[in-house]
């Protein structure tokens, strides 16, 4: 198999997602504890949630996954740095119609979430049905998979 290059870019909703969420997480802090607790556990459950959107949605942090190459042997994830880390995708992925959740192992260790935004619509589908093919062989971009 020749190796699948998907190229991320930004996704401004998932940023808008990841802040709303801790924004409703901060506001419950500030309900269920008193004033100075619940006001020091808000600020920072909202500067987790900034500094989330700004590494994995916005992809700006110098360690943000850019490029995620896919081959035979496992899958070399490209940082903002240009950094390159080879690495295993774990077996136990989340595909929906807007989302690819891809889990790493090896050195990082972590969950690269794909949204439909940050790759063109046939690329995003390609993406799927490996995840989905349990990381089978895809035909080249611009083949028919049926037919």
């Known amino acids: 198999m020749s190796a699948q290059?998907?190229?991320?870019?930004?996704?401004?909703?998932?940023?808008?997602?990841?802040?709303?969420?801790?924004?409703?997480?901060?506001a419950c802090a500030l309900v269920a504890l008193p004033a100075a607790w619940g006001a020091a556990l808000a600020a920072g459950l909202l500067a987790?949630?900034?500094?989330?959107?700004?590494?994995?949605?916005?992809l700006?942090?110098?360690?943000?996954?850019?490029?995620?190459?896919?081959r035979e042997a496992g899958a070399t994830l490209e940082l903002r740095d240009?950094?390159?880390?080879?690495?295993e995708l774990g077996p136990r992925r989340y595909v929906s119609r807007l989302l690819v959740s891809l889990p790493v192992r090896g050195a990082l260790r972590r969950t690269v979430l794909v949204t439909a935004d940050m790759?063109?619509?046939?690329?995003?589908?390609?993406?799927?049905?490996?995840?989905?093919w349990g990381g089978r062989t895809l035909p080249p971009p611009g083949r028919t998979i049926c037919g």
């Open 119 to 132: 790759l063109a619509a046939g690329a995003f589908r390609r993406l799927r049905l490996w995840a989905l």
């Open 48 to 58: 987790l949630g900034l500094a989330s959107a700004w590494s994995r949605a916005l």
């Open 82 to 87: 240009g950094g390159r880390i080879a690495c």
């Open 5 to 26: 290059r998907f190229e991320l870019s930004p996704s401004p909703r998932l940023a808008c997602l990841i802040v709303l969420l801790h924004a409703a997480a901060a």
């Open 60 to 70: 700006r942090s110098p360690r943000s996954v850019r490029a995620i190459e896919l």
